[in-house]
């Protein structure tokens, strides 16, 4: 199929538009602070995870130059690997294209699950134990992603063109300048602010409409649809769309007449197809049980807990100490992201212990053992459509 001259495929590697892949944990090394991504870790560095029992490798080169790339399987579970990972590694592009190339070759032969951008453990021994705690977690994501790939999809203003469109149909800027007309006098700064206003209300609008048309030309061919920030202020259009893999040519083809019938106005880019990053990306770590009552305690709960308390006791202390509440307390925003934090890694606790609701759980060294897998779900902008 011809494609359109506006209408192009990315090619910068297809990193994700939203650098969204944030600089993951060491496995077996606690939660690590952004401040510390340079902490020494010795061993492996984890891409991702496939479903998989065999000794694979891929010849391609890993983030920070790995020569080699391949599988540390465990009881139907492959972890994605490179040797010589030396520090969490930043989120430069240059780590998010090594990162997601890797991923994308994969994915060629292979369902990847893909884990966090600077996911690290310090030995084979490590990967294989949490391949065995997060067995459950890491097959329901497989499951949710089976047969499916992901295609990014952006359109921008192209060039000045908006600007004509909106001189051509708002029928309020029309009336505007026909009174300035009028008046024979040229344009003072007021009137000039007053105009100003009126272009970017009118683009605004036009930006919804097309976007409005973006997504219903492609929500038949997918399954799923998540928003991605806007990466520049032309960005009209910016999301992820969950695609089975038997539509991709289907979904392509949307996009081209979009790109046809749009021409004039939008240029669209595209990246795809893609592992599933905007839908199930996860966040793997292994924390100790002081990690987690620590977090305990910043909630103010006892050594028995139960859901509802965790919940409760977030909500009232984050009323207290959110820094809108405390303009003047310049530790105020630090104490609100340590009690965010506590509050996640709790609820994550919770899941990881399958906890019953209505029941209470003890946060003990006998109930939580020496170490805890945490698996979570990144957080993702709003669906936009299903």
């Not at 149909?169 to 505007?176: A, C, N």
Request: hydrophobic letters at 40%; a neutral charge.
């Amino acid at each position: 199929m011809m494609r359109s001259p506006i209408m192009e495929e990315r090619t910068d590697g297809s990193a994700p538009k939203d650098c969204r892949q944030r600089t993951g944990n060491a496995v077996g090394h606690g939660e690590v602070d952004a401040a510390e991504v340079n902490t020494h870790v010795d061993g492996l560095y984890l891409y991702g995870i496939i479903q998989d029992d065999g000794e694979l490798q891929w010849n391609l080169k890993g983030i920070g130059g790995a020569e080699a790339i391949y599988t540390i399987p465990h009881d139907g579970l492959s972890a994605v690997v490179s040797k010589g990972a030396g520090k969490i590694y930043e989120t430069t592009q240059e780590n998010l294209l090594a990162h997601n190339r890797v991923l994308e070759e994969v994915m060629k032969t292979q369902q990847v699950l893909p884990l966090r951008l600077g996911t690290v453990a310090g030995s084979e021994a490590e990967v294989k134990a949490f391949l065995q705690k997060a067995q459950r977690p890491l097959r329901e994501a497989l499951r949710q992603i089976e047969g499916k790939i992901e295609f990014d999809v952006e359109a921008e203003w192209n060039g000045g063109e908006i600007f004509r469109l909106v001189d051509e149909q708002d029928e309020k800027i029309r009336k505007y300048k026909e009174q300035i007309a009028a008046t024979g006098k040229r344009l003072g700064p007021e009137e000039q602010l007053a105009a100003g206003i009126m272009v970017a209300e009118a683009i605004a609008r036009q930006k919804a409409v097309f976007g409005k048309a973006i997504e219903a030309e492609l929500k038949p061919y997918s399954e799923l649809v998540r928003s991605l920030p806007d990466r520049a202020q032309q960005t009209v259009f910016n999301a992820a769309f969950l695609v089975q893999a038997e539509r991709k040519g289907s979904f392509e083809e949307a996009i081209y007449r979009l790109g046809d019938r749009h021409r004039r106005i939008l240029k669209f880019r595209y990246a795809g197809p893609l592992p599933c990053y905007s839908f199930v990306n996860l966040h793997v770590m292994m924390v100790e049980f002081q990690a987690v009552n620590e977090a305990r305690k910043t909630l103010g709960l006892g050594d028995q807990i139960t859901l509802p308390q965790i919940k409760q006791a977030y909500r009232k202390l984050a009323s207290q100490c959110h820094p809108d509440a405390n303009s003047t307390d310049a530790q105020a925003k630090e104490r609100f992201e340590k009690l965010a934090a506590s509050y996640q890694l709790l609820l994550d606790f919770w899941k990881a212990v399958d906890g019953d609701p209505s029941q209470a759980i003890s946060v003990t060294q006998e109930r939580v053992g020496k170490r805890l897998v945490v698996v979570s779900k990144e957080r993702r902008p709003e669906v936009l459509a299903v």
